[in-house]
């Protein structure tokens, strides 16, 4: 029987995040304040947001509406590519929109940097992508920014090569707390994850459902495992995630599905491998500029 879900994750410095969080990404602005109105009332603890999604206000009005304190919420945001330069005003920006005084977990989005004239937001050539700065650079002001306004900060998107070349780095002080990337089991990234847990970052699972006509909930093994716990496809999905030992961030605006989401149950481990051996290596988000520093197949 599924319950609701009570996993945390340390971070490298200490602080506990939630292992299920609220995805929000592609969410209309009703749609929402209505999920993370019914998550908060379900008793999820952590919201996934960016800048870029254009929905941080209005999930800062949910937040305040919904009466719970502050202080136990565990609230992410991410900058933005158009302000690799400059990530103290991408932040300000974002707590402006969330009226809030801080956010729990700050991420570099993707790695690339954009051309914050030519991209506006998004680069439609090579031109956008601002040549001349690195993610090196970013992570080196990210570490600058006020550990009151940030209490913790990460990557997104990022490789084995990328973290790689971000902790070699001289000016790295930091560990990225955390890499939040595009995992379920056509995509499992098995070495990027064994990767990060070596060096202490703790992976944030996104599309942990696949995307719409992914075909993962067809799947026999899932439906195998559903039936055998009495939960959903989803569930089974969700609870793989946290089995692996990852942050996972489920997205419905559905009230009954934000609901059954927060619900997970305890795979055993011969169940999570069978799930691990379903991957076919199929990627689902992949970003609409040209960039072929990302994705590094050897990662998968």
Known sequence: MATKDTSVFQLNNGIEIPGVGLGTWQSKEQEVYDAVMTAIKAGYKHIDTAWIYGNEEVIGRAIKDSGVNRKDLFITTKLWGTYHRDPAKNLDESLKKLNLDYVDLYLMHWPTPFDPVAASPFPKDDKGIDHEWSFVKTWELMQQLPKDKVKSIGVSNFSIKQLEELLNAP??????????????????????????????????????????????????????????????????????????????????????????????????????????????????????????????????
């Not at 089991?185 to 847990?197: H, T």
């Not at 942050?247 to 009954?256: I, M, Q, R």
């Not at 059954?260 to 991957?279: C, M, P």
């Open 171 to 300: 000016t790295t002080k930091e560990v990225p707390a955390a890499n939040q990337i595009e995992a379920h089991p056509y995509l499992p990234q098995n070495k990027l994850l064994e990767y990060c847990k070596s060096k202490n970052i703790v992976v944030e699972a996104y599309s942990p459902l696949g995307s719409t006509n992914s075909g993962i909930l067809e799947d026999q093994i899932i439906k195998r495992l559903a039936q055998k716990y009495s939960v959903s496809g989803a569930q089974i999905l969700i609870s793989w995630a946290i089995w692996r030992e990852t942050v996972v961030l489920p997205k419905s605006v559905t009230p009954s599905r934000v609901i059954s989401n927060f619900e997970t149950v305890e795979l055993s481990d011969k169940d999570g491998e069978a799930i691990n051996n379903i991957s076919t290596r199929k990627r689902f988000v992949t970003p609409p500029w040209p960039d072929n520093n990302l994705f590094h197949d050897g990662d998968n």
